[in-house]
């Protein structure tokens, strides 16, 4: 006659499909902050997050809402947006002494010129380090909104308004 059960039940976040418990664990070996970057349908939100034994600690936070208050009067959840608050988030992990993070891309999938990277590509300009290779970045014309500028016509501003909210957010961390 048997006893107990013949299988181990797995863990509540990966049985969700919510966490990938080996990658997770990879990134935290590796004792650098992590980058967080989660696009949602109107903001992209970008943290550092540095591991502890008791919990995460969120270093640095961005919001893409928060760009208003820099001038950007466009949408918030494009890839110029990312841009942005990666930049923007850049500039708040240097405050807070944040010289390297490396990218936790969770289980959203990896697609080369996306958010994502927009964002990575921000925090990397914005001057926190991270090992990245230039061929998943979007091009510069795609980081600057001129591929929107070119589809609709009332959005003729946004790469002059990108760059002067660009400008507004580097001199923030100066």
Not at 33 to 47: D, E, G, L, M, W
Not at 80 to 102: F, M, N, Q, R, S
Request: charged letters at 25%; a positive charge.
């Amino acid at each position: 006659m048997a006893t107990g059960a013949t299988y181990s039940v797995r863990y509540r976040r990966k049985r969700q499909k919510r966490t990938d418990y080996k990658r997770r664990l990879n990134l935290l070996k590796s004792g650098i902050a992590r980058f967080v970057s989660r696009p949602t349908n109107k903001h992209i939100i970008t943290q550092i997050i540095q591991y502890s034994p008791e919990s995460d600690m969120v270093v640095a936070q961005a919001n893409s809402g928060e760009l208003i208050k820099y001038g950007w009067n466009h949408c918030t959840s494009n890839i110029p947006a990312a841009y942005l608050t990666g930049l923007l988030c850049a500039v708040k992990a240097k405050e807070a002494g944040v010289k390297e993070a490396i990218l936790d891309t969770g289980l959203y999938p990896q697609v080369n010129g996306s958010r994502m990277y927009s964002s990575l590509k921000g925090l990397i300009d914005g001057g926190v380090s991270s090992n990245a290779s230039e061929d998943i970045f979007p091009d510069e014309e795609r980081l600057q909104g001129a591929h929107i500028a070119a589809y609709l016509d009332r959005s003729k501003s946004i790469v002059e308004d990108f760059k002067k909210t660009k400008n507004k957010i580097l001199e923030t961390g100066k």
